[in-house]
């Protein structure tokens, strides 16, 4: 089992209040991502449930047990640090057999030459080694157990901090940024393999990211928070198709989603631009916000009333895609659009275009920057 | 490139530099040590390896061995320790420290010629303040702590302070007394030096990350002392090394507490090199038994380095 709870979590340092009143139910067995900008205080959350920090108020329980008192080495979880946090004095073996000597081993077992006196040490060793090779081979990192983390490449050291959380079989595990200091590649790369040990392991996962790709790929909940506040706790589907607030949809999704300024009339009817949106707004005579994402602009020949016109300002191009910064028309917006290629690739910095909207795709938020629903009708 | 003789101009007022301050008077002393040499004569005969066999046989320099020895190896364990422990302690408060560094400090920045004489006042054995601080204390909580009546097997009858307090308050003589005057000179070397390892080991312990003692905890390292073994005592293995080779090479040194305290005295207990070789070949102008104990002098502190430097800079560095 491996269930933690968050109830009512504070979190203030001095008079900065840095975690406001968070409620998070992490399932057994879920890959739970907290993701948000830095200094959300996501890092801070998973060092409450970690035991590294203490919370102003509120209870942390983990499988129903509230362990608010109890310190972190007695919660049985094992975290990956940022840094990996590797013993840089011990090889990779005896890095993966620390959390195992320290807990199995009794404090007689632990002393130098008279702890091998010990009868029951030698049973205890071997199963150490065991779990230790076993480990080393589902991370692929047996061949290098006689050296120090000095001597590994980043993505060694990464495998290595997991293989220390691994060993143990941890009630849960917490990882804070543990791809950030990789290289663009081999991050794309551990995000499947995190994802397959995940699978494998079938043990719960909290990992911190500011990174919103990684917690779309691998999560299978996602909790967003900015400033303190869990604003959205859902599937990556739905944060990125559904979001609640202004906010969720800027943080998520990139490039960043398209955000037009627009109201709506007595009867619903939203318009912005030049353009009116076919569906009705569910708050009537206000000022709004219409999000769109860039994939959900096209570049048109078209020129009609549900098209607005703009100039390109600068072609990304990321080669499966191009994106086009565009200054619209009217001077107050400038939007992304994406193209593909093979339809786009003669357009250049400096033309100018039409561009129409998927339909069904916008999304409305009002001053507050809270979702507003489409009416049904 | 490899024409160019750039090179040398840059590096030859060093060398030069080096080879007349250093290297030269150092082949210098080598050279008059195995002669009778004494600054002022006119000649001088080759007399082989006499001083040095006078220097391993004669009471006098086996004594100044083993002053020298017994300084060094009580002074260095004891001024490394402390200056960890103190660093630890002022390292896990959360205010005070700078006040604790600077008591701790000050010795080291104040000279040590006035702090010499300081002591010789303070432990002057009938006009000194820890004299008459302890002739006050008889009977008293002073003398059951000091006098280790707190222990089991001390009869409170026959410890030494009670003893002291009975004769006619016969408390040591600490700096004229052959069994205490080179522990007491020890005690000033150890009060003098752990204040420089303290700030060494603060400047080390600063430099630990954080992240592996949060990392020790979530292993399971509960109490100070596993994490302390698993990461302070490590991490800190550079800074202990560098710490314990300055200390020694300057207890090696020790002079100034010697000079004014107790001149080697009594009877050469506390005669250690340094101030042995002040005193034959700058005092007595005995210059080539000088020169002989400076050479192994040198020795001991070369020999020093290289074990610091090709035996245990391996085992430290990561």
Redesign the interface.
């Known amino acids: 089992m491996g269930t933690i709870s968050l109830k009512n979590i504070s979190k203030s340092f001095g008079s900065t209040q840095v975690l406001n009143n968070l409620n998070v139910d992490i399932n057994d067995g879920e890959f739970l991502t907290l993701v948000g900008p830095s200094g959300c205080g996501k890092s801070t959350l998973l060092r409450i449930i970690a035991g590294l920090e203490q919370q102003t108020s509120g209870d942390v329980l983990i499988d129903n047990k509230n362990v608010n008192r109890v310190r972190a080495s007695e919660r049985d979880l094992a975290m990956v640090f940022q840094s990996y946090a590797l013993y840089p004095h011990l090889t990779v073996r005896r890095n993966l057999e620390t959390p195992l000597r320290l807990r199995d081993y009794n404090a007689f077992e632990r002393l130098p030459l008279i702890g091998n006196f010990s009868p029951s040490k030698k049973e205890k060793t071997e199963s150490i080694n065991q779990l230790v090779n076993k480990t080393s081979e589902t991370l692929k990192i047996s061949e290098l157990l006689d050296r120090k983390p000095g001597q590994l490449s980043g993505g060694q050291r990464q495998r290595v901090a997991l293989g220390r959380a691994m060993v143990r079989e941890p009630v849960a595990f917490l990882m804070d940024e543990p791809l950030s200091n990789l290289d663009a590649a081999l991050r794309v790369h551990m995000r499947s393999e995190l994802s397959e040990l995940h699978n494998s392991l079938k043990t719960t996962f909290v990992y911190v990211t500011h990174d919103q790709a990684e917690a779309l790929t691998m999560s299978s909940r996602m909790a967003v928070m900015i400033d303190g506040n869990l604003l959205q706790l859902d599937t990556p589907e739905e944060v990125y198709d559904n979001p609640s607030s202004l906010s969720v949809a800027q943080f998520v999704g990139s490039p960043k989603i398209n955000i037009f300024k627009g109201t709506s009339d007595s009867g619903g009817t939203v318009g912005f631009l030049n353009v009116n949106l076919k569906r009705k707004s569910s708050e009537s005579n206000t000022d709004l916000h219409i999000g769109i994402r860039p994939e959900h602009l096209e570049i048109t020949n078209e020129s009609n009333e549900n098209t607005f016109s703009g100039t390109v300002a600068y072609r990304e191009n990321l080669g499966s895609d191009i994106f086009f910064h565009v200054n619209i028309e009217d001077g107050s917006n400038k939007i992304i659009v994406r193209g593909l290629p093979q339809f786009t690739h003669q357009i250049s910095n400096g033309s100018s275009v039409n561009i129409k909207r998927v339909s069904d795709k916008a999304l409305l938020f009002n001053q507050a920057g809270m979702r507003v629903q489409f009416t049904n009708a | 490139m490899h024409n160019s003789k750039a090179h040398i101009w840059f590096i030859a007022p060093a060398i030069i530099l080096m080879i007349i301050i250093l290297i030269f008077p150092l082949f210098l002393a080598g050279g008059i040590s195995f002669t009778d040499y004494n600054l002022g004569n006119k000649t001088f005969e080759w007399v082989g390896l006499e001083n040095y066999d006078k220097m391993f046989n004669r009471k006098t320099y086996v004594k100044m061995i083993w002053a020298t020895a017994t300084y060094v190896i009580v002074v260095v364990p004891i001024s490394v320790v402390l200056g960890l422990c103190a660093a630890m302690l002022i390292n896990s408060l959360r205010f005070g420290a700078d006040i604790y560094k600077t008591i701790f400090f000050l010795p080291v920045m104040a000279t040590l010629l006035a702090m010499a004489i300081a002591w010789e006042f303070t432990l002057h054995p009938t006009l000194g303040i820890v004299n008459s601080f302890l002739a006050n204390g008889c009977g008293g909580v002073r003398e059951f702590i000091l006098g280790f009546h707190w222990l089991p097997w001390v009869d409170s009858q026959e410890s030494w302070y009670a003893a002291a307090c009975a004769n006619n308050m016969d408390f040591p003589y600490w700096l004229k007394q052959k069994n205490t005057a080179i522990w007491t000179v020890c005690f000033i070397g150890i009060w003098q030096a752990f204040g420089f390892n303290m700030v060494l080991y603060l400047a080390g312990l600063t430099s630990i ?1 954080r ?2 003692y ?2 020790a ?6 109490s100070t002392w ?1 994490q302390f073994k ?2 302070t005592w ?2 800190l ?1 550079p800074t202990t090394l560098f710490v314990v080779t300055i200390t020694t090479i300057r207890t090696f040194q020790v002079f100034d507490t010697i000079e004014i305290l107790t001149k080697g005295g009594p009877s050469k207990t506390t005669y250690v090199m340094m101030y042995a070789i002040f005193e034959k070949a700058i005092q007595q102008n005995l210059t080539s038994i000088g020169a002989a104990i400076t050479v192994v002098f040198i020795g001991f502190i070369l020999v020093l380095t290289f074990f610091q430097r090709y035996v245990i800079e391996k085992r430290v560095h ?1």
């Not at chain 2, 905890?217 to 509960?222: I, L, N, R, S, T």
């Open positions: 990350p992240e592996l949060q990392a905890e979530m292993d399971g390292a509960k596993e698993l990461v490590p991490m293995g990561y």
